[in-house]
T-cell receptor, first 115, second 110 residues
Framework: NAGVMQNPRHLVRRRGQEARLRCSPMKGHSHVYWYRQLPEEGLKFMVYLQKENIIDESGMPKERFSAEFPKEGPSILRIQQVVRGDSAAYFC?????????????FGPGTRLTVL | QQQVKQSPQSLIVQKGGIPIINCAYENTAFDYFPWYQQFPGKGPALLIAIRPDVSEKKEGRFTISFNKSAKQFSLHIMDSQPGDSATYFCAATTGNQFYFGTGTSLTVIP
């Protein structure tokens, strides 16, 4: 049973370009979460999605960032017009069901570097 | 505002020692408290988790102690090994969101 998959593992972009990060949840999981981790810091929640729906995007910057989880295919975190401050590790997690005591399983992350 | 406060930021112990990592929270609605272990370049991996109706949970060398009245919980690693050297995150959750502590970098010296 494959775990959470993320690609690319490393992504380099120049300022002003777009970054697309992909996440395939574990088989049977329909809930996806995106987190950002800056060096020497913890994980910061960005957005929670179910298939075709954004449930909670309270942690996501209002501009340049968007996320989707289509009916078919992986979840996508899109960052438009990247800036140096967007350089971070972005982790995706998935869970089987919503709510308490349901563990989130993390992918290996995408490390974004903005030149 | 940090929902979950974790300490210490870093910890160095000798092999065989018992490192203890502490977390505190304010929101009494939290009802699930997992710990994650993260190695460099990897994603966090679930280590052990506890619910507030239990005061202690043990899995192998890892033990969570939970004090509901104090709103604190801690991770103990028995007989620590160099392979335990990693960053450890506590978390608390209710509903949709997980709130993570800032992490503790543990180094176990052979």
């Amino acid at each position: 049973n494959a775990g959470v998959m993320q690609n690319p593992r490393h992504l380099v972009r120049r300022r002003g370009q777009e970054a697309r990060l992909r996440c395939s949840p574990m088989k049977g999981h329909s809930h996806v979460y995106w987190y950002r981790q800056l060096p020497e810091e913890g994980l910061k929640f960005m957005v929670y999605l179910q298939k075709e729906n954004i449930i909670d995007e309270s942690g996501m910057p209002k501009e340049r960032f968007s996320a989707e989880f289509p009916k078919e295919g992986p979840s996508i975190l899109r960052i438009q017009q990247v800036v140096r401050g967007d350089s971070a590790a972005y982790f995706c997690a998935s869970s089987q069901q919503r709510g308490t005591a349901d563990t989130q399983y993390f992918g290996p992350g995408t490390r974004l570097t903005v030149l | 505002q940090q929902q979950v406060k974790q300490s210490p930021q870093s910890l160095i112990v000798q092999k065989g020692g018992i490192p203890i990592i502490n977390c505190a929270y304010e929101n009494t609605a939290f009802d699930y408290f997992p710990w994650y272990q993260q190695f460099p370049g990897k994603g966090p991996a679930l280590l052990i988790a506890i619910r507030p109706d239990v005061s202690e949970k043990k899995e192998g060398r890892f033990t969570i102690s939970f004090n509901k009245s104090a709103k604190q919980f801690s991770l103990h690693i028995m007989d620590s090994q160099p392979g335990d050297s990693a960053t450890y995150f506590c978390a608390a959750t209710t509903g949709n969101q997980f709130y993570f502590g800032t992490g503790t970098s543990l180094t176990v010296i052979p």
